[in-house]
């Protein structure tokens, strides 16, 4: 594992994955894992800084594991834990607030958005979100961090804690990590609403999550927004429509969207014949993970045993970091009780 180039990525337990998320990253974090290196955890520490009182935190955490390992994630060539597992990073944290600024935290973009969203809740937690996340990355000296757009400042924070360590102890202890963004090979993934990519917090009817039921799934994609149709030939599709087409380009054949898109050029598209043929090639793409959910689902004893595995390895990773931390401090090396 030496020279091996780490990779560290966390993901926020906040419900189930959608499109949006598997293409936006998942399945990138598959492609990541075939090199080895790769540490993906749940960041549940992280959600009490806007969820003081998580409603079943044990679930929640449980089901988002499920679905990342559905989609793809490997235990035997990834380490994938969960962050509560590994409290070395509470300590590698306290350190890294140490050496961080009011004046520098107050200006982090999603530390001003959400605590104008939770006005009576604006706590420690929040505002040093970025330190926890720099311990999160830095504690298994992570050279690369695959992350979206909106994480880019905290990243840049993370890089800014990681130079001050160093700088202040003398040291070029921590690797300075990088934000690894797949660019162009990124699909950019729609939601049903007509406008804008697929999200959560755009309401329910807007996303396709894996573990929708064939039903369900149907009734979203027939409902999605679309207009009264084209009224003159080759005319440019507006959003709401481009949507549907880029939809049909991850799951439909090609020669069948070829066929939509004629019928659009020449005016004879009819709207429910297209979301019929995007409905049922959206079930058939989301079939396999509906099974790999529902059999990892009844399975507690592999899921626990995921679990441990990935502990055990994150912490030996984590441990060493933060035994030698303290010893670049200048503490004394951890007292064990033989
Ligand atoms: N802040 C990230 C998000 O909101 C989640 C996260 C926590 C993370 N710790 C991390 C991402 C460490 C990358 C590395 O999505």
Redesign the pocket.
Same mark, same amino acid.
């Given at each position: 594992m030496s020279n091996k180039e780490i990779v560290?990525?966390?993901?926020?337990p906040t419900g189930n994955l959608h499109l949006g998320n598997y293409f936006g990253a998942v399945k990138n974090f598959v492609k990541m894992q075939e090199a080895g290196g790769c540490f993906f955890?749940i960041?549940d520490y992280?959600s009490l800084t806007t969820h003081p009182t998580p409603g079943d935190l044990q679930s929640n955490v449980k089901q988002v594991l499920i679905e990342y390992l559905a989609a793809g994630l490997d235990p035997d060539k990834s380490t994938l834990y969960l962050?509560s597992d590994v409290p070395e990073t509470a300590e590698l944290y306290l350190f890294l607030n140490m050496n961080a600024y009011l004046g520098e935290l107050e200006r982090v973009t999603?530390f001003k958005d959400k605590a104008r969203k939770q006005p009576n809740n604006v706590n420690a937690g929040l505002l040093t979100?970025p330190t926890?996340?720099?311990a /999160?990355?830095i504690i298994h000296k992570?050279a690369k961090?695959?992350?979206?757009k /909106?994480?880019e400042q905290?990243?840049e924070m993370?890089r800014t804690f990681a130079r001050r360590f160093n700088h202040m102890y003398k040291t070029e202890y921590f690797p300075i990590p990088t934000a690894y963004n797949f660019g162009e090979q990124l699909v950019k993934i729609p939601g049903l609403d007509g406008s804008g990519k697929m999200g959560k917090s755009e309401g329910e009817g807007n996303a396709i999550f894996l573990n929708d039921d064939p039903k369900k799934l149907r009734k979203k994609v027939m409902r999605a927004v679309s207009d009264s149709g084209p009224t003159e030939m080759n005319q440019e599709k507006p959003e709401a429509i481009q949507n549907l087409f880029s939809l049909m380009d991850i799951v439909t054949k090609p020669e069948i969207v070829e066929q939509f898109n004629t019928q659009y050029n020449d005016c004879t598209i009819r709207y429910g014949d297209l979301k019929k043929q995007l409905a049922e090639d959206m079930i058939n793409f989301t079939e396999p993970f509906r099974e790999k959910i529902a059999e990892l689902s009844s399975n507690d004893d592999y899921i626990k045993k995921v679990m441990n595995m990935g502990a055990e390895k994150a912490r030996e990773s984590a441990r060493k970091t933060v035994e030698e931390v303290r010893e670049i401090i200048g503490f004394r090396k951890y007292y064990t009780v033989q």
């Open positions: 560290v990525s966390g993901i926020r955890f960041a992280h962050q999603t979100y926890l996340m720099a /999160d990355i992570a961090v695959p992350v979206g /909106d994480q905290n990243l993370t």
